[in-house]
């Protein structure tokens, strides 16, 4: 399904982070930079996004050239 297209795979990262994750890191204790720590769950998964779109660009471009 993937052959030779693998670097698609980093779009499931958002996924896998966001809902995936999502019951094993609901909760209130630990605090994490003063912010509950699903709170800061979801800023990391929200900054490591682009990160995983990027890197599924780069390796796209990569295929075409």
């Known amino acids: ?5 693998r670097h698609l795979l980093w779009l ?19 605090v994490v930079f003063g912010i509950p720590f699903l709170f800061f769950w979801m800023l990391a998964a929200t900054l490591a996004t682009p990160l995983a779109v990027w890197l599924a660009y780069r390796g796209d471009r990569r295929r075409r050239t």
Request: hydrophobic fraction near 50%.
């Open 1 to 5: 399904m993937f052959r030779g297209r």
């Open 12 to 30: 499931l990262v958002p996924y896998v982070l966001y809902l995936g994750a999502l019951p094993l890191v609901n909760r209130v204790h630990p």
